[in-house]
């Protein structure tokens, strides 16, 4: 079965959109959340959101950089797996907060933010508020025009 997209991405077709989402990308790397989280989170937030092109564009991202096969299989089931520290638990406790804003009367809940602040300084939460943010637009944008999974590429 061969997919295709409604239309051209969004972020192809506005190039200046292309540019803001790889600058926001950017604009978190090296701030004090380890890459591993960060694919984590990029990989749990698409599982969530059910983009099967960012989902596939993680997991090859997550294994082209050394990330385990257990971790890559085991995140949308982290809370139960062994493989995960406490600082990537809050990170994904977190992720799956923001992703999931209206699904609890306090979207993120302090006992959530409290935990992620005990592992990440103000600088590196705010890289992972961000992260999290950009990946949900992406989710959003290749949602929507029905993006097939393997055009992009990790």
Not at 51 to 62: F, L, P, R, S, T
Not at 94 to 108: G, H, N
Request: glycine letters at 4%.
């Amino acid at each position: 079965m061969t997919l295709q997209a409604r239309m051209n991405h969004p972020a192809v077709v506005l190039p200046e959109t292309m540019k803001a989402l790889w600058a926001l990308k950017a604009s978190v790397e090296r701030k004090g959340v380890p890459d591993a989280t960060l694919i984590l989170i990029e990989l749990r937030a698409s599982q969530i959101n059910g983009c099967g092109a960012c989902v596939d564009m993680h997991a090859k991202a997550g294994k082209k950089a050394g990330e385990t096969d257990e971790r890559l299989f085991a995140v949308a089931a982290w809370r139960e797996a062994p493989y995960f520290d406490d600082a990537e638990r809050a990170a994904l406790a977190l992720t799956e907060a923001l992703t999931r804003i209206s699904d609890r009367p306090e979207s993120v809940s302090d006992e959530i933010w409290s935990e992620a602040a005990r592992h990440y300084d103000e600088a590196a939460l705010a890289a992972l508020v961000v992260a999290i943010a950009n990946i949900n637009v992406w989710n959003r944008l290749n949602v929507a025009v029905k993006q097939p999974v393997g055009v992009w590429k990790a």
